[in-house]
């Protein structure tokens, strides 16, 4: 396993680590949720890199990428992606993406197409509808959040210890928690607050899931509030395929590994061999 940084856009540079070696497998991409960085996918790096190349990025401002107080958006992180894919010749990868890694993958959908990926692998978020879907019937589910957010930037520690709580429901090693914690506590709060209310509240991802002309794999824990639109989501992506775990968090690869990797072990055994040149 080796850890570099890649230059995506002037001045920016994001970390990365990989593992495994270029085979003909597809390589996998894994792109984590909101404040997280690469070690939220330590099990599944080491598990598919025996036989892939495997790739997991820490974002833009998170992990130990650099903190930019701009760009911060689906659409620029999508951006730093490509770029990425790019600069380390990476032909026909799965993208994996986690929460806001979620919406992520549905900007880079939206900016590039599919026609060059081998398939993509949606865990536990629907897409964000953006601005345009606040209405009077969750209006309170919004105020919820930015009381959060407020509570995050005043006490950033308690709020990141609270938060993979709420994300992370079976017992797991405690040091394992505390690099978790750690990596969180690597944003400044004033830009983890920029993520999250771009996210939720910038662009209309929605439209991205008719782009989506490649295999499609969607994890959701049985917990999660979205669990009825990522199952329209799975609907609406031709031969999408959606699967629930049961007893796991919204980290459903952190609390339920073995199955999680069972899961994308056999979506990516079942990809169509890449075409001959």
């Known amino acids: 396993m080796a850890q570099n940084s890649v230059e995506v856009a002037p001045g920016v540079m994001l970390n990365v680590v990989e593992a495994g070696e270029e085979t003909a497998a597809p390589a996998l991409v894994l792109v984590p949720g909101w404040s997280m960085g690469s070690e939220v996918w330590r099990t599944q790096i080491d598990h598919f890199a025996r036989d892939r190349r495997v790739i997991a990025i820490d974002p833009r401002s998170q992990g130990d990428s650099t903190k930019t107080g701009y ?9 730093d992606l490509h770029a990425l894919l790019t600069a380390k010749g990476v032909r026909r990868p799965v993208l994996v993406g986690w929460s806001q890694g979620v919406q992520d993958i549905a900007a880079y959908v939206t900016l590039y197409g599919t026609d060059h990926l081998a398939g993509l692998v949606l865990v536990d978020s629907a897409l964000a ?11 309170e589910a919004n105020t919820v959040t ?4 407020a509570i995050y930037q005043e006490y950033q520690a308690e709020y990141v210890q609270g938060f993979l709580e709420a994300i992370i429901t079976q017992p797991q090693p405690q040091d394992r928690l505390d690099r978790l914690a750690a990596d969180a506590m690597k944003i400044p709060p004033a830009i983890g607050v920029a993520i999250m209310i771009a996210d939720l509240f910038g662009e209309d ?8 002309r490649r295999p499609t794999l969607i994890i959701a824990s049985d917990s999660s509030p979205e669990l009825a639109r990522q199952r329209e989501l799975a609907e609406r992506i031709p031969g999408a395929r ?21 899961l994308l072990t056999e979506f990516l055994a079942s990809l169509p061999a890449e075409p001959e040149a």
């Open 71 to 79: 760009g911060n958006t689906p659409e620029v992180r999508a951006r």
């Open 129 to 139: 509808g953006g601005a345009r879907s606040m209405t009077p019937e969750n209006a």
């Open 146 to 149: 930015f009381v959060r957010m």
């Open 205 to 212: 991802l929605r439209p991205a899931a008719d782009l989506i």
């Open 242 to 262: 959606f699967e629930v775990l049961a007893d796991a968090g919204h980290a459903v690869f952190v609390d339920q590994p073995e199955r999680f990797n069972a």
